[in-house]
Structures are given as structure tokens and as C-alpha cells.
């Protein structure tokens, strides 16, 4: 299924036109998702950037070269990217039965990394940013 994201290099979005993109049905966790980040991860700036092509514009956490996660805005819903080294894979998927459907079945997915994995979650709804904090908590020890 192709998400419609921010795709035009040269035409980076305002936070508003993010907001507008997500749609009212999704922005709460948007904005939890938001939240919970600067609240719990301070170290993390924010950093609106074209990612590619095919994923388009993202806001992404880091420190200095440790990058926390990736947000893609989409019309109706967002995607976060986390990239988990082996060890932290493998804390992900001790913990896959605490985790909803959707998450559980992305990480039951093989990965194409010889050591740990990309993990692209889409968030839709409160149960997806429950999985998301799991995740970071992982991905942040």
C-alpha cells in the first residue's frame, strides 16, 4: 500500500501543514507521540529533513550520531522509523507478545539486515504509540 507522504524536495512543510496531513483522526497521537519524545528523550532534537524520494520529509531524533527515531507524516496517520541494532532486536522480540497486531507482525517479519533490523511502524491509533514507547524504551537503554 503506498502511504501519501510529504514527497516534494522542494517544498519543505510547515509544522501546520504536517498537522493538516495527519488528519484530525490522528493527530492526537501525533501529538503524544511529540510529547512523550521532548519529554522523555530532551537530548533528542527534532530536525525536519527530506529523507529520500520515497519517504519524503521526516522529523528525525537524534544526539550528536545516535539517532533515536524517524516520524514520516502521511494523509491520515504516520509512520516511525527505528533502526535496532541485534541486541536490541532481540530485546524486541522477547517482549513481541506485549505488543499489538500490527507491531507484533512487523517484528515477526524477517529482516534483510544480517545483524538487527529497520523497523517501520505506522501509527493509526493509541495502541500503536503504546508499542512505540516499548520500542523507544529499547531502543533508548
Request: one cysteine or more.
Amino acid at each position: 500500500m503506498a502511504y501519501e507522504r510529504l514527497l516534494e524536495r522542494d517544498h519543505q512543510p510547515d509544522y501546520d501543514t504536517v498537522r493538516k496531513n495527519i488528519g484530525k483522526e490522528v493527530l492526537p497521537i501525533w501529538d503524544k507521540v511529540c510529547y512523550h519524545l521532548s519529554e522523555n528523550y530532551p537530548d533528542y532534537e527534532p530536525e525536519l529533513i527530506y529523507y529520500n524520494p520515497q519517504h519524503g520529509w521526516a522529523y528525525r531524533y537524534r544526539k550528536e550520531a545516535q539517532q533515536l527515531c524517524l516520524l514520516f507524516p502521511e494523509r491520515g496517520a504516520f509512520s516511525a522509523l527505528l533502526i535496532l541494532n541485534e541486541d536490541e532486536e532481540t530485546r524486541a522480540l522477547e517482549k513481541v507478545n506485549y505488543f499489538n497486531a500490527r507491531i507484533r507482525e512487523v517484528l515477526n517479519q524477517p529482516s534483510s539486515l544480517p545483524n538487527g533490523r529497520w523497523l517501520w511502524v505506522r501509527l493509526e491509533d493509541h495502541t500503536d504509540f503504546v508499542g512505540l514507547k516499548m520500542l523507544l524504551e529499547i531502543k533508548a537503554d
